[in-house]
């Protein structure tokens, strides 16, 4: 451009650039209601020094995201939120605050679970041992599998042996009895037992969460650039994801297409007009560099 703008000018730009994006956040968000499956994570971040939870959900074909003061409910349940009104199913990492929500099945991230697996099996839990390689058989295999009676039968013996090398609960002085980590786990593979062999025995749902997880990476990114800290902008809000509708599914229209839109927005808030690619391509580079070094 030949001369830096202040930030004051790039705030404003981006400020009538989320207004200009509101109908895209929100046919965004329509069109995860009709989707079969739906990926949801969150994340924490820091804005002004205070602690904010990145929520995303996410398809291949979308992703949304929103900041709240929230983790749990309240955050899932809040205006911008996709989960409080989709019915499909809902591919996560068991956050308890997902549950209270009715949707046609829960289905557990299978990475999450290997994860806490492998930690049982570092302590010495044989069932643990024999759970993690069947979640991998089974993986392994061609989906959607047949056998469900034997799927479960087998499911069902390896967590009557958990239940048996699991110490039970310690009945304290007050509040719920204490449980160890193992049967914790226990109860999670036992009561959501659907949604951990879902991915096995039902087509096009997944083993992990690594969609969600994949489209939250850009903001540890960013946060790692601006020093693990992030400003809010004049209305409060954070501004790493000023623009949460269809960003993630720009690309799907080719590089081209992902500056023509992005530029296109900041473009029309500068009354800058042009058709020359190569010129929107400077453009969006410049705005994003701006954005990052506020």
């Not at 056998?147 to 042996?161: G, N």
Request: with cysteine.
């Amino acid at each position: 451009m030949g001369y830096d703008l202040n930030s004051g000018t790039v705030l404003d730009m981006l400020e009538r650039g989320y207004e200009q994006t509101a109908p895209l956040e929100e046919a965004t968000k329509e069109g995860f209601k009709g989707a079969e499956v739906v990926h949801f994570d969150e994340t924490g971040i820091h804005v002004a020094g205070k602690l904010y939870w990145l929520h995303t959900a996410s398809t291949g074909e979308r992703t949304h995201l929103f900041v709240h003061e929230k983790r749990g409910e309240e955050a899932l349940a809040s205006a911008p939120s996709v989960l409080k009104d989709f019915q499909g199913k809902a591919v996560h990492d068991c956050l308890a605050a997902y549950f209270k929500f009715d949707v046609l099945l829960h289905v557990l991230c299978g990475a999450h679970l290997l994860r806490a697996l492998k930690g049982l099996i570092e302590d010495g839990r044989v069932w643990a041992k024999d759970m993690h390689e069947f979640l991998l058989d089974l993986y392994n295999r061609p989906h959607p599998m047949g056998a469900a009676d034997e799927i479960r039968q087998h499911y069902r013996i390896i967590l009557e042996q958990a239940d048996q090398e699991e110490p039970p609960p310690i009945k304290g002085q007050r509040g719920r009895p204490k449980q160890s980590p193992g049967r914790n786990l226990l109860d999670r593979l036992r009561t959501y037992h659907d949604g951990v062999l879902a991915f096995a025995r039902q087509a096009g749902v997944p083993f992990t969460n690594n969609q969600a997880e994949r489209d939250l990476r850009p903001a540890k990114v960013k946060l790692k650039v601006k020093g693990q800290r992030l400003l809010p902008d004049r209305r409060g809000r954070p501004d790493l994801c000023p623009y949460p509708g269809d960003y993630f599914n720009l690309p799907q229209a080719g590089s081209q297409g992902l500056y023509l839109t992005a530029s296109g927005i900041f473009c029309s808030c500068c009354c800058l007009v042009t058709r020359d690619v190569g010129s929107y391509q400077k453009w969006h580079k410049w705005v994003w560099q701006s954005t990052i070094s506020l």
